[in-house]
């Protein structure tokens, strides 16, 4: 199915089957407004990044939780390279970080 995902200032993220019209899964472990959400580029994992200085790697299938990283600073952004093997995410105090999701 065709898949949306959803940032929101209430600290969820939502994905959405688009066919259906219907959110599959409210993902709530954030605890700051999400700005941003990425999906790998498989489609299997979803990043997102919140201004709680999180970045978490989602399951796109089941939407639970695989990885969270603590930065700095709140995530303003979120961007996956074209492997899907690593994430890029920019954060409130100037500071730019890539996660190597290999390890």
Known sequence: ????ASASFDSTVRLWDVER??????????KEPVY???FSPDGKF???????KCVNIWSTQSG???HSYLGTGG?????WNSRGDKVGASASDGTVFVLDLRK
Not at 46 to 52: E, Q, R, T, V
Not at 75 to 79: D, T, Y
């Open 1 to 4: 199915p065709l898949v949306l």
């Open 21 to 30: 019209g219907a959110c599959t899964h409210t993902l709530t472990r954030h």
């Open 36 to 38: 941003s959400v990425a």
């Open 46 to 52: 979803l990043a997102s990044g919140s201004f709680d």
């Open 64 to 66: 639970q939780l695989v």
């Open 75 to 79: 995530i303003f952004e979120v961007c």
